[in-house]
C-alpha cells in the first residue's frame, strides 16, 4: 500500500484502530526512563500519545497525512510532547542515533537484499538506546493476493542481523495480550526487543 491507499483506508472509516497503545509497547517500555522515542507508522497515534503522556519526546511518522492530522487531533493534552511527521521511513531513513527508543508496533517492513530501509531503523538508535519491533506471529497470517507475510521482515530476521553492537533482550513469540482487531484472529505475537550498547565500556557490556 502506498500512501494513498492508506490515505483512503483511514478517510473510509471514522475510526481504524482501537485508540489503546498496543500491549507489547506498554509491556516492554513502562519500564524504561523517558528519553526520545521514533514510533514507526503511527497510525491513529495511539502509541504516540501513551509514550508522551508518560514524558517521552516523540517523533510520530506516518505515511497517511489523514492519520496524521486524526492522530494530533487527539493529543491537546501533550502539546509539545509529539511532533508529528509525514514521512515514508522505507525511503528515507530517520535521523541517525537520535532516539532512545525506536518504536515498530506491526509496521510492514518489506524485506531487501540490501537491507537498506531496515538498517536505517537500526541506525537510528542512539547508544544505551532501545528498538522494540513487534508483528503478528506468522502462524496467525495467509498470503492473499497482493500479500505474502514472507515478503516481510519478522522479529527473527532482524535479530540476525544484529552485530556485536547490540544485546537480544527479547525475541520470542507470545500470547497477545489486546484484543485482535476486527476481522482478524491474530493470537500471538512476534516481538524483538534489543539494546544498542553505549560504548563506554569499549564495546564490552
Given at each position: 500500500?502506498?500512501?494513498?491507499?492508506?490515505?483512503e483506508?483511514?478517510?473510509?472509516?471514522d475510526?481504524?484502530?482501537?485508540?489503546?497503545?498496543?500491549?507489547?509497547?506498554?509491556?516492554?517500555?513502562?519500564?524504561?526512563?523517558?528519553?526520545?522515542?521514533?514510533?514507526?507508522?503511527?497510525?491513529?497515534?495511539?502509541?504516540a500519545?501513551?509514550?508522551?503522556?508518560?514524558?517521552?519526546?516523540?517523533t510520530?511518522?506516518?505515511?497517511?497525512?489523514?492519520?496524521l492530522?486524526?492522530?494530533?487531533a487527539?493529543?491537546?493534552?501533550?502539546?509539545g510532547?509529539?511532533?508529528?511527521?509525514?514521512?515514508?521511513l522505507?525511503?528515507?531513513?530517520?535521523?541517525?542515533r537520535?532516539f532512545?527508543?525506536?518504536?515498530?508496533q506491526?509496521?510492514?517492513?518489506?524485506?531487501?537484499p540490501?537491507?537498506?530501509?531496515?538498517?536505517?531503523?537500526?541506525?537510528?538508535v542512539?547508544?544505551?538506546?532501545?528498538?522494540?519491533?513487534a508483528?503478528?506471529?506468522?502462524s496467525?497470517?495467509?498470503?492473499r493476493?497482493?500479500?505474502?507475510?514472507?515478503?516481510?521482515?519478522?522479529?527473527?530476521?532482524?535479530?540476525g542481523?544484529l552485530?556485536?553492537?547490540?544485546t537480544?533482550?527479547?525475541?520470542?513469540?507470545?500470547?497477545r495480550t489486546?484484543?485482535?482487531?476486527?476481522?482478524?484472529?491474530?493470537?500471538?505475537?512476534?516481538?524483538?526487543?534489543a539494546?544498542r550498547?553505549?560504548?563506554?565500556q569499549?564495546?564490552?557490556?
Amino acid at each position: 500500500m502506498d500512501a494513498r491507499s492508506w490515505d483512503e483506508m483511514y478517510r473510509d472509516r471514522d475510526q481504524v484502530f482501537s485508540g489503546a497503545p498496543n500491549g507489547v509497547l506498554v509491556t516492554e517500555v513502562a519500564g524504561l526512563p523517558p528519553g526520545r522515542a521514533l514510533d514507526v507508522g503511527c497510525g491513529e497515534g495511539a502509541d504516540a500519545l501513551w509514550l508522551a503522556r508518560r514524558g517521552w519526546q516523540v517523533t510520530a511518522v506516518d505515511v497517511s497525512r489523514t492519520a496524521l492530522r486524526r492522530a494530533a487531533a487527539a493529543a491537546a493534552d501533550v502539546a509539545g510532547g509529539v511532533a508529528w511527521e509525514c514521512a515514508d521511513l522505507i525511503a528515507v531513513p530517520p535521523p541517525a542515533r537520535a532516539f532512545d527508543l525506536v518504536s515498530a508496533q506491526y509496521f510492514p517492513l518489506p524485506r531487501r537484499p540490501d537491507h537498506a530501509a531496515l538498517r536505517g531503523l537500526l541506525d537510528a538508535v542512539a547508544p544505551g538506546g532501545t528498538l522494540l519491533f513487534a508483528t503478528h506471529d506468522l502462524s496467525g497470517l495467509s498470503p492473499r493476493p497482493g500479500f505474502d507475510p514472507g515478503d516481510y521482515y519478522q522479529p527473527g530476521d532482524i535479530a540476525g542481523l544484529l552485530d556485536h553492537d547490540w544485546t537480544v533482550l527479547i525475541n520470542e513469540t507470545r500470547p497477545r495480550t489486546t484484543p485482535t482487531p476486527a476481522g482478524t484472529h491474530h493470537t500471538h505475537d512476534s516481538v524483538l526487543r534489543a539494546r544498542r550498547l553505549s560504548g563506554l565500556q569499549g564495546g564490552q557490556q
